[in-house]
Nanobody
Framework: QVQLVESGGGLVEPGGSLRLSCAAS????????MGWYRQAPGEQREVVAA???????NYADPVKGRFTISRDNAKNTVYLQMNSLKPEDTAVYYC???????????????WGQGTQVTVSS
């Protein structure tokens, strides 16, 4: 059973930094795209950043220039470096991965359990 395990959330003051990590484990698979989403209270889940298996990245406008997504394919791990954090970045952050179990299998979407990021003084 594939699992995505996140770490790195917490409480930080405005202007501070956090680094989130998400490791995929549990079986033999290949990972296509990986990404981070977030959901604030009362809001819909929204994409924050995504990265393809080849390293192409995309960012939501509110985080461009402040957040950096990266991945280590050998470790099946994706990272989100968050700098210059703002109170409006406060949310539960979810890791997402598109996984394939063989060359002929369809893609499957997997989600992490979520990690809380709170930006407050």
């Amino acid at each position: 059973q594939v699992q995505l395990v996140e770490s790195g959330g917490g409480l930080v003051e405005p202007g501070g930094s956090l680094r989130l990590s998400c490791a995929a484990s549990g079986g033999t698979f290949s990972i296509n795209a990986m990404g981070w989403y977030r959901q604030a209270p009362g809001e819909q889940r929204e994409v924050v950043a995504a990265i393809t298996s080849g390293g192409t990245t995309n960012y939501a406008d509110p985080v461009k220039g402040r957040f950096t997504i990266s991945r280590d394919n050998a470790k099946n791990t994706v990272y989100l470096q968050m700098n210059s954090l703002k109170p409006e970045d406060t949310a539960v952050y979810y890791c997402h991965a598109v996984i394939r179990f063989s060359m002929r299998s369809p893609d499957y979407n997997y989600w992490g359990q979520g990690t809380q990021v709170t930006v407050s003084s």
